[in-house]
């Protein structure tokens, strides 16, 4: 069968080897090929599923595309532990190990300015939601009793229906505002704390499956070292609000300031040389 090489991340040489267990796409430990002063981390993986258009195809599948960013996800973790790496976009893939080296010469000067920039650094999430409660569905009307039965209380007049509207649809603009309000303040002061920080558009919660309205959705690169202080500030920060929720991720591989997408949807091409950006 032919096989290709699958790419997850760039690295300088590190004394060690990612943490046991941690397997690639193609069920064994990822390989290290070294070129030079820099290491690819690669897997071998089959041309009927890796090539150009069955690649597209596979793309366009929800479920394989999930399961192949759970691995390039936790080989990338993996390597966070032992160094700093580049994580390379989702479906990296070079014909052949003289395809790496190739990627590697190509991409060389830059590789080497990212993995400075990111070296001992981490990426933290966080996100803001508005949770707001759900406006109930209208009441329906009451079916008339007989005639010759006492009637009911007569119900609600329209003007108190409307009145009751109006006040859910301002309790819910209220905590939108409380919301974006945080958000603000929240990103203002973590940025501060951060050596970079990314505003990424924010999620919709039809397709995150996360209740309520995402406000928030920021990236923020932390010395490794600084991370639990980070934390605490960020716990700091969040006042206690039932209709706000704060959510605090990582630490991550620095997909966020790695210079290109590193998540779902981007696909290398085969042979590409894949670089980060500037």
Request: charge should be negative.
């Amino acid at each position: 069968m032919n096989e290709l090489r699958y790419v997850y991340a760039v690295t300088r040489p590190f004394d060690g080897v990612p943490p046991e267990g941690v397997r690639g796409l193609d069920g064994e430990p990822p390989r290290l090929l070294r070129h030079g002063d820099l290491v690819a981390v690669v897997s071998r993986v089959p041309a009927d599923d890796f090539a150009e258009a069955p690649l597209k195809r596979h793309l366009e599948s929800l479920d394989w595309l999930s399961a192949t960013a759970r691995t390039h996800e936790a080989v990338v973790g993996a390597l966070t532990a032992v160094t700093s790496p580049v994580p390379l976009r989702l479906a990296t893939v070079c014909v052949d190990d003289s395809g790496v080296r190739g990627l590697l010469d190509a991409g060389h000067d830059r590789f080497v300015e990212t993995l400075q920039r990111l070296e001992g650094r981490v990426e933290w999430g966080v996100k803001v939601y508005a949770d707001p409660e759900p406006e109930p569905e209208p009441e329906p009307e009451p079916e008339p009793e007989p005639a010759e039965e006492p009637q009911a209380p007569a119900p609600a007049t329209g003007r108190d229906y409307l009145r009751r509207r109006l006040s859910r649809r301002q309790a819910r603009e209220s905590v939108w505002e409380r919301a974006e309000t945080l958000s603000r303040t929240l990103h203002a002061e973590l940025a501060l704390r951060a050596q970079a920080a990314v505003l990424h558009r924010p999620q919709d919660s039809r397709l995150s499956g996360t209740p309520g309205q995402n406000i928030l959705n920021a990236a923020y690169l932390v010395p490794r070292e600084r991370g639990e202080e980070f934390a605490t500030e960020v716990g700091r920060l969040t006042p206690k609000d039932p209709g706000v929720r704060v959510e605090l991720t990582g630490p991550w591989a620095p997909y966020s300031f790695a210079g290109h997408a590193g998540h779902a949807g981007h696909a290398g091409q085969v042979g590409q040389e894949a670089t980060p950006g500037p």
